[in-house]
């Protein structure tokens, strides 16, 4: 019988959890759940060796450990630092933190083009939530940005070089999930860049999952370019009888009336898919037709998206520190906590955008 890994006791931003042995902090820090969990542009945890290259994630460990309690000199990427036991973190307590995250974003931004208004990632990209969190409104980068060669990848996904941050996720996706990658990083430093190496299409049936694990708009769907704005869709959940051996046909729809404007895998709350979906279901099956449809999706998300779709992130019991005595704040139902909208008003059901007449006049 195989011995079950002890449990740790973590503290982050002054609330206790116990997680096994071998957690790291930012999956601890997931389980708490709200704002203390740190932002993520590279780790995605269905991707194996993902992880520190983006830094957006650095905590302060205030406290090693109960044995050796000394802090760590330096800011820590939470997603490859595992907790010991009495480890105390701070993450949105952290002065440090909160700056150094500012200088990240700074960094990630130095190269990164403005184009949000044109870019199809707009309203569903995580640098600009990030951005938007800790970002300043100013930049102080004077010299020009990079540039490449435009570069044609394939029929369906479309690679806009100047926004990619190298996280290496859509590396790692094509990698793990197909067997015969075409593309990579080429070159170093100021000059690294995705490429196809000879220049041939991205052809494997599972390669338009490196859209969904793109977390800027670097990776785009051909298919659904300019169609539309994600935040004018409406993001339904539905199935297919796949044929495909590795796919089980479950994806999201996004829909605008009866039309299905793009198909995509399901994400979960921290944005990562919870199934990598085939090529055939992403960009064939656009017929609703094709589709058993389930529902409006749930999005769990803070982004502009979710108004009207939000549901309350699932709570995992937690020790509730006595120096603060309450509960971390989730972000939780914007119904719950907003009546902007008309009472009667389901905004997540209404067709198409909403309108003024779906607000509240005020008095
Ligand atoms: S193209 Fe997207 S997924 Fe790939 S390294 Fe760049 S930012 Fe990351
Ligand atoms: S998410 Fe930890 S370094 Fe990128």
């Not at 974003?105 to 949000?116: M, R, S």
């Not at 100013?138 to 990079?146: G, H, L, S, V």
């Not at 000879?198 to 859209?211: S, T, W, Y």
């Not at 119904?335 to 779906?358: Q, T, Y």
Request: hydrophobic content about 35%; aromatic content about 6%.
């Amino acid at each position: 019988m195989s011995e079950q890994a002890p449990n740790f006791k973590v503290t982050i931003d002054n609330i206790s959890i116990e997680v096994p042995a071998g957690t790291t902090i930012l999956n601890a820090a997931r389980m708490i759940g709200g704002e203390v969990t740190p932002p993520a542009m590279c780790y995605y945890s269905k991707l194996k060796d993902s992880g520190g290259k983006c830094r957006t994630c650095l905590v302060e460990v205030s406290k090693g450990s109960e044995k050796d309690p000394r802090p760590m000199p330096k800011l820590m990427a939470s997603c490859r630092t595992t907790v010991m036991d009495g480890m105390e973190v701070k993450n949105i307590t952290s002065e440090k933190v909160v700056d150094a995250r500012k200088g990240v974003v700074e960094f990630l931004l130095l190269n990164h083009p403005l184009d949000c208004p044109v870019c199809d990632q707009a309203g569903e990209c995580d640098l600009q939530n990030l951005s938007y969190e800790h970002g300043s409104e100013a930049t102080r980068y004077e010299f020009k940005r990079r540039t490449f060669e435009k570069e044609d990848i394939g029929p369906y996904i479309s690679l806009h070089m100047t926004r990619c941050i190298m996280c290496f996720r859509c590396v790692y996706t094509a990698d793990q999930l197909t067997d015969k990658r075409e593309h990579g990083i080429l070159e170093r430093g100021d000059h690294a860049q995705i490429s196809t190496m000879l220049n041939k299409a991205l052809d494997h049936d599972f390669i338009g999952n490196v859209i969904d694990v793109c977390p800027v708009g670097a990776l785009t769907d051909k298919t659904f370019r300019f169609k539309n704005r994600v935040w004018f869709t409406k993001p339904v959940d539905a199935h297919r009888d796949c044929k495909h051996e590795k796919c089980n046909g479950k994806v999201r729809l996004w829909m605008r009336g009866e039309e299905v404007f793009r198909v995509t895998a399901r994400k979960d709350q921290f944005g990562e898919v919870e199934e990598f979906i085939c090529n055939e279901c992403r960009f064939d099956k656009k017929e609703t037709k094709d589709w058993v449809i389930e529902g409006p999706s749930l999005i769990q998300r803070s982004s502009v998206i979710s108004q009207g779709h939000y549901v309350g992130t699932k709570k995992t019991p937690i020790l509730i520190n006595t120096v603060i005595g309450k509960e971390p704040k989730h972000l939780l139902d914007i119904h719950s906590i907003s009546d902007v909208n008309r009472p009667e008003i389901d905004l997540s059901k209404i067709e198409g955008p909403a309108h003024s007449d779906d607000f509240k006049v005020s008095k």
